[in-house]
């Protein structure tokens, strides 16, 4: 069974860490698709019937992103917003996305110290991405551990990021 990332960067081809992870994943055709929103959506009109089928067809699906003010990017914001219909993901009959597992895979520009109660963001990783885990609990999905990189905007070498690529890999395959 392949596994399915959302990839959401508004501007891959500036990006070290996504396009890297993303030339990674490409090495694993037989195990990853890669679906990218804003390859696919430039004008952001999201195909909202396409878009579930593909939910669908996988089982184990990873939404890589940068994180953007502490939160999604703002594409992958509008596709939660509109492909996850009531009737179709949640209410009496909604249930296309129950057991599907979810993931989160984030590059983050701050230092990881930063990311705590006592850092400049006061909030940890797993404070802010509290809306995605209540996504996913209500549309009956499983919400995966996150897998991120820390420093992604200046502080991480190319040596870290190149490292950072087969750990996302081993992410993907270890929570299928």
């Known amino acids: 069974m392949k596994s399915l990332v959302i990839l959401a960067h508004p501007c891959i081809k500036e990006?070290?860490?996504?396009?890297?992870?993303?030339?990674?994943?490409?090495?694993?055709?037989?195990e990853?698709?890669?679906?990218?929103?804003?390859?696919?959506?430039?004008?952001?009109?999201?195909?909202?019937?396409?878009e579930q089928k593909l939910l669908e067809t996988y089982d184990h699906i990873i939404l890589q992103f940068p994180l953007y003010w502490y939160s999604y990017p703002?594409?992958?914001?509008?596709?939660?917003?509109?492909?996850?219909?009531h009737g179709w993901a949640y209410g009496s009959k909604g249930n296309k996305l129950k057991g599907k597992k979810f993931g989160l895979a984030m590059s983050i520009g701050d230092?990881?110290?930063?990311?705590?109660?006592?850092?400049?963001?006061?909030?940890t990783i797993d404070e802010l991405i509290m809306p995605f885990k209540a996504?996913?609990?209500?549309?009956?999905?499983?919400?995966?551990p996150y897998f991120t990189v820390f420093g992604s905007?200046?502080?991480?070498?190319?040596?870290?990021?190149?490292?950072?690529?087969?750990?996302?890999?081993?992410?993907?395959?270890?929570?299928?």
């Open 111 to 123: 230092k990881k110290e930063n990311y705590t109660h006592t850092g400049s963001v006061s909030f």
């Open 32 to 50: 990853i698709v890669i679906h990218e929103l804003y390859k696919e959506y430039p004008n952001l009109d999201i195909d909202v019937k396409r």
């Open 74 to 85: 703002p594409l992958l914001k509008k596709w939660f917003d509109d492909v996850f219909t």
């Open 135 to 144: 996504s996913a609990i209500h549309v009956g999905a499983i919400a995966l």
């Open 15 to 30: 990006s070290r860490v996504n396009k890297r992870w993303k030339q990674e994943l490409i090495q694993h055709p037989n």
């Open 153 to 176: 905007s200046f502080q991480a070498s190319d040596e870290e990021i190149n490292q950072s690529a087969d750990h996302y890999i081993d992410y993907i395959v270890k929570h299928k």
